[in-house]
């Protein structure tokens, strides 16, 4: 395990044995709940396709960033969290010292090459005692790990296939990002690179 900050931490190979489940259940979800483009409040789009899994999705449209119980594309709920995904993040919170970590969204991210994830905090979740679990799967990808500022120094680490970073307490608003994806290959997934990203979001479902 790589200590990246004070609460961030990068384990290299970490969900290795579990990638074919991943991509599987990944294939299950996307089947549902298709991946797309989102719109941006200023109409741009967002480069790389989503979708979510689990009670809250992730969504982003022209009245901008939010969490949704519903898929906006299908207006059906969001694929439920395949019970695997959530003990595996679980895992991966505690095995760095976030005990208690109750996942309820997971937004999986597709790049293709030249795509890539502007510098950003996640931010749209009202619990941030709460840490991030980024899961990496198919093609390597350089993050990019900043500051509390957009302006602060980066630092870039290479994500590749089973890859997890965590970060949480001190650090969760730290800016991050990808770096626009190089053409590759990955015998399981082709040009593509997954990135799974689990979130609580603490919204309370009445
Ligand atoms: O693809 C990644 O590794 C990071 C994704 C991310 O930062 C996000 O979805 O907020
Ligand atoms: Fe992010």
């Known amino acids: 395990m790589i200590k990246i900050s004070d ?9 290795k044995t579990q990638a074919d489940e991943l991509l599987t259940e990944i294939d299950r979800i996307i089947s549902s709940s298709p991946l797309r483009q989102m719109q941006t409040k200023r ?27 519903l898929d906006p594309l299908t207006n059906q709920a969001w694929p439920a969290m395949p019970t695997m995904f959530k003990a595996l993040a ?22 293709i090459p030249k795509v890539g994830m502007g510098l950003h905090q996640d931010k749209d979740e009202h619990d941030l005692s709460q840490p991030i679990v980024s899961l990496s799967l198919g093609v390597p990808a350089i993050f990019q790990f900043g500051g509390f500022k957009r302006s602060d120094q980066v630092n870039y680490h290479l994500l590749e ?46």
Not at 7 to 15: M, T
Not at 93 to 111: E, K, M, R, T, W
């Open 161 to 206: 296939h089973g890859d997890v970073v965590i970060w949480g307490g001190i650090d969760r608003l730290r800016f991050h990002g990808i770096q626009p994806l190089k053409l590759g290959h990955h015998p399981q997934t082709g040009q593509t690179r997954y990135n799974l990203t689990f979130r609580d979001t603490g919204n309370i479902i009445d």
């Open 43 to 69: 109409g741009h789009y967002v480069g790389a396709k989503m979708t979510n899994c689990g009670e809250w999705g992730w969504v982003s449209d022209k009245k901008g960033y939010r969490y949704s119980r």
């Open 90 to 111: 679980m895992e991966l919170a505690s095995s760095v010292g976030f005990d208690h970590f109750q996942p309820d969204v997971c937004l999986i991210n597709q790049y």
């Open 7 to 15: 609460q961030s931490y990068l384990v290299k190979g970490a969900i």
